[in-house]
């Protein structure tokens, strides 16, 4: 099975810690962040991945993600084609037909990219999407009487499922996703309507870098545990 992972992020909110980089490529605990992704793809057996990225970026992907366990090939987009367009665009590369796996290259994530196929497979539907409950920014303050505080206490997650940004698309799902635009807006709608969009549930980590905060949330993770997110990083 290949993956296609989009990378065309420009990291604009990361500001001067992207180091001018795509914001795949932000480094995370020494390696570039999508990095930790191409390797957990390849040590459940993924020897190919096809990462989405601007134009005139093509060679700086493949030689930042040179040694991560899977053979890299780039899919330099023309011009912007929303994400869908991009998934689209990307999964012209490819060797093989039939189902592919596709992510976003700017999150931390320990998806059971097994388990998502399988349920793909069983589910029948033409596209799989992987939802997460995140874990709530607030806090809970606990009230008793006369409104008088009693405590309070971390909130946990979220009471409901929202889009990871982790699918398989099985063939057809890819050939109508739409040139430009996004198929969250296009092509999900449509398959919802038919009833042929499956959800695979994921209770682990699910951290998108977008800010400065977040990224140091992404160092604290790798610094925790280097190895669990990358087993075959070089």
């Known amino acids: 099975m290949e993956a296609i992972i989009l990378a065309g992020g420009k990291a604009e909110r990361l500001g001067d810690a992207a180091e001018g980089r795509p914001k ?15 390797a957990r793809l390849a040590a459940v057996g993924v020897a190919r991945v096809i990462v989405s990225c601007a134009a005139g970026q093509g060679e700086l992907f493949l030689r930042e993600l040179d040694g991560f366990g899977a053979e890299i090939v780039t899919a330099e987009e023309p011009e ?23 992510l976003n290259g700017d999150e931390l994530l320990d998806v059971d990219f097994v388990a998502l196929r399988t349920h793909h497979e069983r589910g029948g539907g033409a596209a799989t999407i992987t939802v997460a409950r995140p874990p709530s920014p607030f806090g809970l303050v606990d ?26 698309f099985g063939e ?19 398959l919802v309507v038919e ?9 682990g980590l699910w951290l998108t870098v977008n800010t400065p905060k977040d990224l140091r949330r992404a160092e604290e993770q790798i610094a925790a545990d280097p190895q669990w997110l990358a087993p075959t990083a070089a």
Request: hydrophobic share 40%.
């Open 195 to 203: 009833g042929r969009l499956r959800a695979f549930r994921h209770e």
């Open 143 to 168: 009230l008793g009487a006369d409104d008088v505080v009693t405590g309070f206490r971390e909130a946990g997650r979220v009471p409901y499922w929202v889009n990871a940004g982790v699918y398989v």
């Open 172 to 190: 057809e799902a890819l050939e109508r996703l739409p040139e430009r635009g996004d198929h969250e807006t296009t092509t999900f709608p449509e």
């Open 24 to 38: 795949a490529l932000v480094p995370v605990g020494g390696k570039p962040l999508v990095g930790y992704q191409v």
């Open 80 to 102: 912007r084609l929303g994400r869908g367009g991009a998934i689209r665009f990307a999964a012209q590369s490819r060797r093989e037909t039939g189902d592919v796996l596709a």
